[in-house]
T-cell receptor, first 119, second 110 residues
Framework: NAGVMQNPRHLVRRRGQEARLRCSPMKGHSHVYWYRQLPEEGLKFMVYLQKENIIDESGMPKERFSAEFPKEGPSILRIQQVVRGDSAAYFC?????????????????FGNGTRLTVT | RKEVEQDPGPFNVPEGATVAFNCTYS??????FFWYRQDCRKEPKLLMS???SGNEDGRFTAQLNRASQYISLLIRDSKLSDSATYLC???????????FGSGTQLTVLP
């Protein structure tokens, strides 16, 4: 059973370009979360999606950032017109159920992240 | 005030030492807590879940103090391989995501 798969592992973009980060959740998981981690800082929640729906995007910047989780295929985090401040590690996590419905097992399974560098 | 706050660290301890980290939370409605471990430039991995009165797993013990709104992680007989950043995370009953602390860095020295 493959874990959460993220690609690419490393992404370099020049200022003004677009970045597309992909996340395939674990098999059987329909809940996807995106977190951002700036250097020397903790994980900051960005967005929570279920298949074809954005449930909570309270942590997402209002401009340039968007996310989707289509019926078929991976979840995509898209950053338009990247700036140097977007340089960070972006982690995706998945869960088989809502946090409110969790059991005692791991609530979130993380992928190995995409490290975005904006030059 | 941050929703979840941790000891800033870093903690540098010798092998075999006992070390404890604390994490305070501001939302009294928070019900579930977790400790994650993150190795340098890698993804966070669940270390322990903390429910009700806490739990123990080998050398690791997690405690929850609802009255004072904090959770702790105790590591006994620390090993070199315990060197990592430890993140606490919490969720309220109606939460739709986990809120993480900024992490505490631990280095176990030979």
């Amino acid at each position: 059973n493959a874990g959460v798969m993220q690609n690419p592992r490393h992404l370099v973009r020049r200022r003004g370009q677009e970045a597309r980060l992909r996340c395939s959740p674990m098999k059987g998981h329909s809940h996807v979360y995106w977190y951002r981690q700036l250097p020397e800082e903790g994980l900051k929640f960005m967005v929570y999606l279920q298949k074809e729906n954005i449930i909570d995007e309270s942590g997402m910047p209002k401009e340039r950032f968007s996310a989707e989780f289509p019926k078929e295929g991976p979840s995509i985090l898209r950053i338009q017109q990247v700036v140097r401040g977007d340089s960070a590690a972006y982690f995706c996590a998945s869960s088989p159920r809502r946090l409110q419905d969790r059991g005692t097992d791991s609530p979130l399974h993380f992928g190995n992240g995409t490290r975005l560098t904006v030059t | 005030r941050k929703e979840v706050e941790q000891d800033p660290g870093p903690f540098n301890v010798p092998e075999g030492a006992t070390v404890a980290f604390n994490c305070t939370y501001s939302n009294s409605a928070s019900q579930s807590f977790f400790w994650y471990r993150q190795d340098c430039r890698k993804e966070p991995k669940l270390l322990m879940s903390v429910y009700s009165s806490g739990n123990e797993d080998g050398r690791f013990t997690a405690q929850l103090n609802r009255a004072s709104q904090y959770i702790s992680l105790l590591i006994r007989d620390s090993k070199l391989s315990d060197s990592a950043t430890y993140l606490c995370a919490g969720a309220s009953g109606s939460a739709r995501q986990l809120t993480f602390g900024s992490g505490t860095q631990l280095t176990v020295l030979p």
